[in-house]
T-cell receptor, first 116, second 110 residues
Framework: EPEVTQTPSHQVTQMGQEVILRCVPI?????FYWYRQILGQKVEFLVS????????KSEIFDDQFSVERPDGSNFTLKIRSTKLEDSAMYFC??????????????FGPGTRLTVL | QKEVEQNSGPLSVPEGAIASLNCTYS??????FFWYRQYSGKSPELIMF????GDKEDGRFTAQLNKASQYVSLLIRDSQPSDSATYLC??????????FGAGTRLFVKA
């Protein structure tokens, strides 16, 4: 069964460093998303991406964040200068279509980011 | 601010009982509603979606939607210990964004 994959599973970095989180969405999916979940808190939407551009982003997704689809398979989230509060689980998701009333997203296993 | 409200729990039910999980949402424009299951340390897994008023059944799961009351629920029949997890209610507004609730922890006692 096709699945979303994410690497690495755990990333430890120093405050102020840049990190790139990688995702391989399901191959025939066209819509891609990043979410984060701080330990013990809710899943929060960061950004959605379609047709090589950002479709929507949340207030969390400020200038230190960027997303890219560098080739036909990978979808990346870059955090330029990490802060302690960026420590969280980051989930990538993808969906096949964006109908008027239905949007089933499939989640990857997540990358746990720890900022020291 | 579009919000989803859920009782954080824990909701504890004996094995074989019906577990009832509830959720309210603030955005009347919401079009689709989802129930995800999340085991500790794992990613959310979609178990049900509903976008029409009424009930939708899938195996042991029944989702109920009442758009007038802005209320969605999930019933789990014949609850099993393996159903013990956090259940996330989410809604999709028709844009490119899904809003999640904080989740209800369910514990099924063997």
């Amino acid at each position: 069964e096709p699945e979303v994959t994410q690497t690495p599973s755990h990333q430890v970095t120093q405050m102020g460093q840049e990190v790139i989180l990688r995702c391989v969405p399901i191959s025939n999916h066209l819509y891609f998303y990043w979410y984060r979940q701080i330990l013990g808190q809710k899943v929060e939407f960061l950004v959605s991406f379609y047709n090589n551009e950002i479709s929507e982003k949340s207030e969390i997704f400020d200038d230190q964040f960027s997303v890219e689809r560098p080739d036909g398979s990978n979808f990346t989230l870059k955090i330029r200068s990490t802060k302690l509060e960026d420590s969280a689980m980051y989930f990538c998701a993808s969906s096949e279509q964006l109908g008027l009333s239905y949007n089933e997203q499939f989640f990857g296993p997540g990358t746990r980011l720890t900022v020291l | 601010q579009k919000e989803v409200e859920q009782n954080s729990g824990p909701l504890s039910v004996p094995e074989g009982a019906i577990a009832s999980l509830n959720c309210t949402y603030s955005d009347r424009g919401s079009q689709s509603f989802f129930w995800y299951r999340q085991y500790s340390g794992k990613s959310p897994e979609l178990i049900m979606f509903i976008y029409s008023n009424g009930d939708k059944e899938d195996g042991r799961f029944t989702a109920q939607l009442n758009k007038a009351s802005q209320y969605v629920s999930l019933l789990i029949r014949d609850s099993q210990p393996s159903d013990s997890a956090t259940y996330l209610c989410a809604f999709y507004t028709g844009g490119f964004k899904t809003i999640f609730g904080a989740g209800t922890r369910l514990f099924v006692k063997a």
